[in-house]
């Protein structure tokens, strides 16, 4: 098994910027691409950004493109996800997920979730 926990979300003015952070721990070997994935109220769960094992190749949703930074340390089993200029629409619960396929966006290619953390973008 794989376990994930989140840190990092909360509350930030439009504009501001939060840094998301993912502790990735128990079955490493299942663990190949990291993603992040958010849902908000009343909406289907959506893709944000995944990264491939070595770090070295990234994809982000066009909705956070030149905002959003996903990025892993792999001696200290963390991804995390930077975001800038947050907006309204970025609020969400963010999930961090792991997959045990080179790059994936498909939400059913992931096979281990964390809990989620809460990330609201209000004045």
């Known amino acids: 098994q794989v376990q994930l926990v989140e840190s990092g979300g909360g509350l930030v003015q439009p504009g501001g910027s939060l840094r998301l952070s993912c502790a990735v721990s128990g079955s490493m070997f299942r663990v190949n691409a990291m993603g992040w994935f958010r849902q908000a109220p009343g909406k289907e769960r959506e893709f944000v950004a995944h990264?491939?094992?070595?770090?070295?190749?990234?994809y982000y949703a066009d909705s956070v493109k030149g905002r959003f930074t996903i990025s892993r340390d792999n001696a200290k089993n963390t991804v995390d996800l930077q975001m800038n200029s947050l907006k309204p629409e970025d609020t969400a619960v963010y999930y961090c997920?792991?997959?045990?396929?080179?790059?994936?966006?498909?939400?059913?290619?992931?096979?281990?979730w964390g809990q989620g953390t809460q990330v609201t973008v209000s004045s």
């Open positions: 990264i491939n094992r070595s770090g070295g190749r990234t």
């Open positions: 997920a792991a997959t045990n396929e080179y790059s994936s966006r498909s939400f059913s290619s992931y096979h281990s």
